[in-house]
């Protein structure tokens, strides 16, 4: 089972440079999520997403975009890469349980970005 | 839960003791969600146990158990008989429907 998909594992971009990280789930999930987490530190929400044309802001969102044109994918883009930027990303996916509430989320392996 | 709060920093615990990781939360929301997630240095996230705040009773996952005080807003987590294996950083989350906030972790690390 791929689970939660995440490209590239590795990115090195310089200050200025946008691109965008790749993310799919093969779950049917409805929910997916993006978070960052720089060194020492927990993960940070910076978009999420409530189903395929659904997005909402995190705690962290400047800086980046996300959309979700289907149930499988939610790419995130970095508009115009900082220093600060520089992390690991990780995508996840849920699906609603009781009362709507997420009770099990997948995450993906992660993206470390370096921006130099 | 709007806010999560581990206010251990670092542990260390001998081999085959149990362990308690706080965590506190702060939420209006009439139902949510708790987790506890382990990152061990290799970087993956993986999903220790979860309580729902409508659950009567506390949740256990092998060696985990959630001790959950709700009027206290608290999630703790205890594993017991820790071993070396169980070095890692360790993250209380909450959740409100679809949103998913983590607290900042607690690294514990187990001495043989």
């Known amino acids: 089972n791929a689970g939660v998909t995440q490209t590239p594992k590795f990115q090195v971009l310089k200050t200025g440079q946008s691109m965008t990280l790749q993310c799919a789930q093969d779950?049917?999930?409805?929910?997916m999520s993006w978070y960052r987490q720089d060194p020492g530190m927990g993960l940070r929400l910076i978009h999420y997403s409530v189903g395929a044309g659904i997005t909402d802001q995190g705690e962290v969102p400047n800086g980046y975009n996300v959309s979700r044109s289907t149930t499988e994918d939610f790419p995130l883009r970095l508009l115009s890469a900082a220093p600060s930027q520089t992390s690991v990303y990780f995508c996840?996916?849920?699906?609603?349980?009781?009362?709507?509430?997420?009770?099990?989320?997948?995450f993906g392996p992660g993206t470390r970005l370096t921006v130099l | 839960a709007q806010k999560i709060t581990q206010t251990q920093p670092g542990m260390f615990v001998q081999e085959k003791e149990a362990v308690t990781l706080d965590c506190t939360y702060d939420t209006s929301d009439p139902s949510y969600g708790l987790f506890w997630y382990k990152q061990p240095s290799s970087g993956e996230m993986i999903f220790l146990i979860y309580?729902?705040?409508?659950?009567?009773q506390n949740a256990t996952e092998g060696r985990y158990s959630l001790n959950f005080q709700k009027a206290r807003k608290s999630a703790n987590l205890v594993i017991s008989a820790s071993q070396l294996g169980d070095s890692a950083m360790y993250f209380c989350?909450?959740?409100?429907?679809?949103?998913?906030?983590f607290g900042s972790g607690t690294r514990l690390s187990i001495r043989p």
């Open positions: 996840a996916s849920s699906s609603p349980g009781v009362a709507g509430v997420t009770d099990t989320q997948y």
């Open positions: 779950m049917n999930h409805e929910y």
């Open positions: 989350a909450g959740s409100s429907a679809s949103k998913i906030i």
């Open positions: 309580q729902g705040s409508y659950d009567q």
